[in-house]
């Protein structure tokens, strides 16, 4: 029977299609593109809707993507069966096996090599019949195009998703439930749809992804921004936003290493799956940002491994975010010690002024002392005990006239020099201001200076 001529009787065993029914389909294909539906859902959901729009035996729908292609089948009551694989896994971009039928195979093949003029095919075991080219217009009906008794045929049609993404929907017939004409149109108008909803999958796919990977910069970013959140927990808090941001979240963890230390999300492991980014400060290389998927089955081909390239943007970002946020906090903690040492410095130039006004306040006083104790131990009949007691207090005038000159050196302020020095002479000067408080501890010091040094 060709597909132009009037279904036998035997045809009434299939729901005849209308158009009401076949706008529905369109309305359910659009739907689950747009509900982040699973390849493997959407296969199901599109194929049982075929099925029950065209009473066909069997719906196939084979995709080529620009980086994998998958296929499903699903007859009626079945469960349905499901693959995929990288593009260059495939024969030609489209999925195919040794037990499909042979037309359907090399079709795939054409529609690889180039696209052809008509989009809408019946395929015989070994033949292939173009029924109408892609604007619609019915080609001549060559004797071939007749379905055989006792042989499956194929209704194909071709359709374009996205960018270099093709497919092919294949409805499998058996005798005279081919469809009418008009019906297999309405088919050819469907499987286009079903192309553009494709595309509008990959679409919000691809919009999904980015967003996850902005809100991982923004919570890195948010994070980066507590100038006193301690270091540790910032690490522990952006390594664990990665792994949300990565295609496969269900199976990434992530690692941040930095100066030795490690830092990683739930699960991690090392993996034959890994994608990697430095992290530096200054040109010095400090550490890692790595994410793995924990997995050991193989993943399909992307453009780094497994991984997408604006993975590769996203980790090369946090790892120069990472050297930033470490740069600037060795920053302010070098401030911090700078400032910590210019209070120190001016202490100290303060304590030396104050060592300065003592020293001068108390030598005019000293003088007055040892001098008058020195004319009073001059006079003659003193008792005995006197004169001890005068020159206990010489002694003493003495001790703090040399006090105070330590002091004086001490506050003394002058450019530095290199000049020929006694290192025994400065190390007693130096011990000199602390031997009283020593010896009031009973802390004795030992010297052992070496000679002429």
Known sequence: MSPDAEPS?????????????????????????????????????????????????????????????????????????????????????????????PAVNRL????????????????????????????????????????????????????????EGYGLLVLRYRNALFPKPAEARLLEGAAQILGVAIANRLVQAALRERVKELTCLYGVAKLTEQPDANLDDLLNGIVRLLPPAWLYSDIAAAAITVDGKRYQSEGFAPSRYSQTAPITTEAALR?????????????????????????????????????????????????????????????????????????????????????????????????????????????ASLHAREVVGKLMLFARQRPPSKEQVDVNQLLEDGLFLLAARCAKSGIEVVREFAPDV
């Open 108 to 163: 795939c093949m054409k529609l690889a090599e180039t696209r052809p003029a008509h989009s809408l095919f019946l395929c015989h075991s070994d033949l292939i019949v173009p029924i109408s080219t892609p604007a619609g217009e019915p080609t001549a009906e060559p004797e071939t195009n007749r379905q055989r008794d006792g042989q499956d045929s194929f209704l194909v049609a071709a359709f374009s998703c996205a960018q």
């Open 287 to 395: 550490g890692s940002v790595e994410v793995v998927y924990l997995t050991d089955q193989d993943l399909p081909k992307l453009d780094e491994g497994p991984f997408l390239k604006e993975e590769r943007s996203l980790i090369d970002a946090v790892a120069r975010e990472l050297g930033l946020l470490i740069s600037r906090r060795e920053a302010t903690e070098e401030k911090a010690r700078l400032e910590l040492q210019l209070r120190h410095a001016d202490r100290l130039a303060t304590i030396g002024q104050l060592a300065a006004g003592v020293a001068h306040e108390l030598n005019e006083p000293l003088a007055s002392i040892l001098g008058f104790a020195q004319l009073a131990g001059k006079t003659p009949g003193l008792p005995e005990q006197t004169l001890r007691d005068i020159d206990r207090i010489i002694k």
């Open 9 to 101: 009787s035997t045809s009434a065993g299939r729901p005849e299609m209308r158009l009401e029914r076949l706008l529905d389909l369109v309305q359910q294909i659009l739907q689950v593109a747009g509900s982040g539906a699973s390849r493997q859902e959407f296969a199901q959901v599109v194929l049982n809707s075929f099925l029950d729009l065209s009473g066909a035996e069997e719906a196939e729908l084979r995709v080529s993507e620009r980086i994998r292609s998958y296929r499903g089948i699903q007859r009626s009551g079945r469960k349905l069966y499901y693959e995929q694989a990288p593009v260059s896994a495939g024969t030609h971009g489209l999925l195919v096996a040794p037990h499909d039928s």
